[in-house]
């Protein structure tokens, strides 16, 4: 069975850091795209950021570009966003999104991780 499982939320003052990681576990034959969303208080969950598989072609929110950054590791099956400069805005559950195809015979299906909470303090 395949599972998103993310890591890297927590508490951070205005201005600072965090790093999200997902790794992809299980048995499956390819993860594709990869991306993040998020979902605030009271708001619609939102594409954040994501990162194709082979050429690692990226696409990011307007209101997220330039202070983050996604990236992968194919060969661990792992997605990143690192948040630079985060703002009291940037609070929410953060998800991860992957279209995985679990076999050669299967369609790509597409999954997501359970979700971290990120807070940014103001």
């Known amino acids: 069975q395949v599972q998103l499982v993310e890591s890297g939320g927590g508490l951070v003052q205005a201005g600072g850091s965090l790093r999200l990681s997902c790794t992809a576990s299980?048995?499956?034959?390819?993860?594709?795209?990869m991306g993040w969303y998020r979902q605030g208080p009271g708001k619609q969950r939102e594409l954040v950021a994501s990162?194709?598989?082979?050429?690692?072609?990226?696409n990011y929110a307007r209101s997220v570009k330039g202070r983050f950054t996604i990236s992968r590791d194919n060969a661990k099956n792992t997605v990143y966003l690192q948040m630079n400069s985060l703002k009291p805005e940037d609070t929410a559950v953060y998800y991860c999104?992957?279209?995985?195809?679990?076999?050669?015979?299967?369609?790509?299906?597409?999954?997501w991780g359970q979700g971290t909470q990120v807070t940014v303090s103001s």
């Open positions: 990162i194709t598989r082979l050429r690692g072609t990226t």
């Open positions: 299980g048995r499956f034959f390819n993860i594709d795209l």
């Open positions: 999104n992957a279209d995985i195809q679990p076999t050669t015979w299967e369609r790509t299906s597409n999954y």
